[in-house]
């Protein structure tokens, strides 16, 4: 027989020979002694050989290098056998021989995927080469894919960009990090590393606490959810899931701002991060004004209560509701007469003085005076007092001293017609005849 002859008829017999065993043994291996594989690698040529394993060279896009060099003896080992393929059953131990900085990086690391932990590397890289860099046995994607079943991983109907692109190793390492869940990044970093607009929120000067305590997982999956936004739970549930006390001090109250009943939080607060106080999503007024456009009505008129100026909404109405009527923040009687009692208007004392509604006699605390008799005393101080609202309009109107224009009074609205005068004024209320003060020279109505 002519050289190439024999080599014909070995070449033949071997690969014959590989696939009987190879179909026999399955990944038990082609050879069952240490003496079978060294007699097969002390054969023609050495492994890489046209005859044999030909196929471990050139036709892959990346091949691992000890492969390309023919160091097969590097891995296959005579004592490792009867073991798969003469693999050392410590795959990892394998490896690190040459991957030193990788072995480095696994003992430094708290945790450490379940593979490796079962020292199997080949489960995701073809030891020999593959078409795919990293000599990956399969793309990214599927290749976890292939172990965490994706319909237990992202059954939301949206499925977070990255993650839907197999880009699961933008967040994981596939290996080991010190990171809970081999994070690649801790924290909010992890996100903003591509939703560089929150760059910029994360030194606003409030940030939310979760942002920096938990990261941005503290609200949402960062595989899928139910809609774009990706909330770990309805969004309804979502704030209360931390904001116990609030849950409990809004169901407390008699009457609940509606937005807040219903867990619309993010009607006024931003859960990320704001330049306002709060968390809110703008100015105060701003805010109440994306829903009470006609509360605005205020700006129109001539004089306007300072706090109402201020865009101070929230010093006398609860956001999230209250025990008293249109949600404020203290006692403010509503109805037009009203007795006395102490800390009844509470919530206009706040700012104004007792003295105004108490003192009998005065030359200081009101202007609202005939003399020294105080006419807030007279008309609030007994047992059908009046109510401030029954000549103040509380946002702003357009006569002097706030005073209404015309007063509610059971389902009519009675006209009212105030004047100041130098020293006092002049008042034509519906309920009484015309009927003046002064402070200086006081008026007798009875004349
Ligand atoms: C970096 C270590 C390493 C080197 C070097 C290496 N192998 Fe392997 N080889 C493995 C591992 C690990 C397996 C088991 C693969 C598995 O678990 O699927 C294997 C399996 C095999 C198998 C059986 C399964 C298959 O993929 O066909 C053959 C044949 C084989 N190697 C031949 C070679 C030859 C020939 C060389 C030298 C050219 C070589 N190996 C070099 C690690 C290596
Ligand atoms: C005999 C030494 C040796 C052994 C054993 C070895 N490798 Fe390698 N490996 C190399 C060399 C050399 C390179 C090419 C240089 C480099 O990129 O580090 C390489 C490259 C790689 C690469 C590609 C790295 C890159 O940056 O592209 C992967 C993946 C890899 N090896 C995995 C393994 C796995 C898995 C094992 C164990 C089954 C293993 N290696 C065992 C020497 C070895
Ligand atoms: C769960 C799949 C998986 C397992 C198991 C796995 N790797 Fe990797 N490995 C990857 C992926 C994916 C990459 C691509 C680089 C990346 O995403 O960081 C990679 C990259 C590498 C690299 C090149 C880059 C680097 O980090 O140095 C080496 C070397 C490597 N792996 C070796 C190993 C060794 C050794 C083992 C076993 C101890 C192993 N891998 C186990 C998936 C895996
Ligand atoms: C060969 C099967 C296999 C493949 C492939 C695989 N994993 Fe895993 N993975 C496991 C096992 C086993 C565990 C540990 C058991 C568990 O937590 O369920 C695990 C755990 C994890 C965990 C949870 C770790 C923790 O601390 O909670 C993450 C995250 C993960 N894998 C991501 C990936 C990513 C990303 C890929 C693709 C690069 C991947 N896995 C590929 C088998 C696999
Ligand atoms: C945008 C970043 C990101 C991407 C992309 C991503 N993950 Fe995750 N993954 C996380 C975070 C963060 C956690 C931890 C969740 C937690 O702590 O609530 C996690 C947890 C996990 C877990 C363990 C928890 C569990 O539910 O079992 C697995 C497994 C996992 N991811 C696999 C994957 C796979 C597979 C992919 C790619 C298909 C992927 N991840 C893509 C960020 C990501
Ligand atoms: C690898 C880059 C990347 C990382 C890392 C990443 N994202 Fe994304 N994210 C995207 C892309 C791309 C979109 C889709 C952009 C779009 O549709 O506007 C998106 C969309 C979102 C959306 C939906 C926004 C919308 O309006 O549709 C949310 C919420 C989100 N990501 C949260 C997160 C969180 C939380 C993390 C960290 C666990 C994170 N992302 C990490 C790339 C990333
Ligand atoms: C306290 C819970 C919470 C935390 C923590 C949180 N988010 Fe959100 N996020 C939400 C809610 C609620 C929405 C929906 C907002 C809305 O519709 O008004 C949202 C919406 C988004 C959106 C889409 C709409 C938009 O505003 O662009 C992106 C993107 C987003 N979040 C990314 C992040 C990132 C990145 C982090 C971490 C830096 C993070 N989130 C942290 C609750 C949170
Ligand atoms: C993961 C837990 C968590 C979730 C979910 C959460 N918060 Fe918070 N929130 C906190 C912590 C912690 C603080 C800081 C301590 C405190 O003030 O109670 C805080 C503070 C706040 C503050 C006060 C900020 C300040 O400057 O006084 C507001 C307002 C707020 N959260 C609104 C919300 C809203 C709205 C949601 C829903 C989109 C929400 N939170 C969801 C944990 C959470
Ligand atoms: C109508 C707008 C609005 C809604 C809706 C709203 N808030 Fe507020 N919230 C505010 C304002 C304004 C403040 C600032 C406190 C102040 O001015 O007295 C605030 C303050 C807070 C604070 C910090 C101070 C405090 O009172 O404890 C928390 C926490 C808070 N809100 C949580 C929530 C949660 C949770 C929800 C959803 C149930 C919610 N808010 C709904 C407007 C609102
Ligand atoms: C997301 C929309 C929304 C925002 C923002 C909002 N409100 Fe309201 N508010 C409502 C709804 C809905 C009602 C109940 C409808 C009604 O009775 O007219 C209501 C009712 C009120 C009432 C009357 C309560 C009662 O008992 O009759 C007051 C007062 C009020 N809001 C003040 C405010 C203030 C102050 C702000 C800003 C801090 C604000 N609202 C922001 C939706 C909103
Ligand atoms: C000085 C206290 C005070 C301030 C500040 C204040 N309010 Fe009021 N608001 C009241 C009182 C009292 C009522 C009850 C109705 C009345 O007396 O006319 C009321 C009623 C309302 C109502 C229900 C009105 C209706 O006719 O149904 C809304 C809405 C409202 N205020 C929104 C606002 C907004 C928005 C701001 C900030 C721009 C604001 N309030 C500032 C005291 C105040
Ligand atoms: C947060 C503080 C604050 C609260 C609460 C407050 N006020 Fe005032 N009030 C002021 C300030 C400041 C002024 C002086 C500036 C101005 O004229 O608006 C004022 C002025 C007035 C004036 C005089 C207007 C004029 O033109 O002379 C009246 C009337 C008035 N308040 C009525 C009330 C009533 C009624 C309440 C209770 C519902 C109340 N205020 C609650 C701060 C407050
Ligand atoms: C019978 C009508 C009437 C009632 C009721 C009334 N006021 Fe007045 N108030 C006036 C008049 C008129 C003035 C203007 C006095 C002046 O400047 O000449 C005034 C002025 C004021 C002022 C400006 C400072 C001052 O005292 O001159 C404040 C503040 C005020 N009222 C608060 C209240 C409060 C709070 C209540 C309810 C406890 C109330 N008023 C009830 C008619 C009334």
Redesign the pocket.
Known sequence: MSRTGVSFFLTATLIALCVVSARGQGRQGLFQTAEEFTAHARGQEGCVSVECHAGFLGDRAFSHEPVMTGSCEGCHEAQAYPDSFGISSDQRALCAGCHKALEGKLQDSQFIHGPILNSDCSSCHDPHGSDRPFFLRQDYGSLCTSCHAAARLFPGEFVHQPVNDGNCGLCHDPHASNIKARLTDAGANLCISCHEDMVSGMVMEYVHAPLIETGCTGCHDPHSGRDRNRLKMPREAL??SC?E???Q??GQYSKK?V???K???T???SPHFSEF????KGK?DE??YG?HEESREWEKRRFQHGPVVQGD???CH???GSDNTFILRLAFPHKFYTSYEKGKYSLCLLCHKEAMIIEEKTETATNFRNGDINLHRLHVHQEKGRSCRACHDVHASDHEGRIRDEFPFGTANIPMIFSKTENGGRCIPGCHRERGYDRVNKVDNNR
Do not use: S, Y
């Not at 106080?277 to 809110?280: D, G, H, I, N, P």
């Open positions: 704030c209360f904001h006390l609030k849950e001090e809004i701002h937005p807040a009943e867990g619309e939080c009607a006024c607060h106080r709060a968390l809110l105060t805010v109440c829903c909404c929230t010093v609860n956001p999230h």
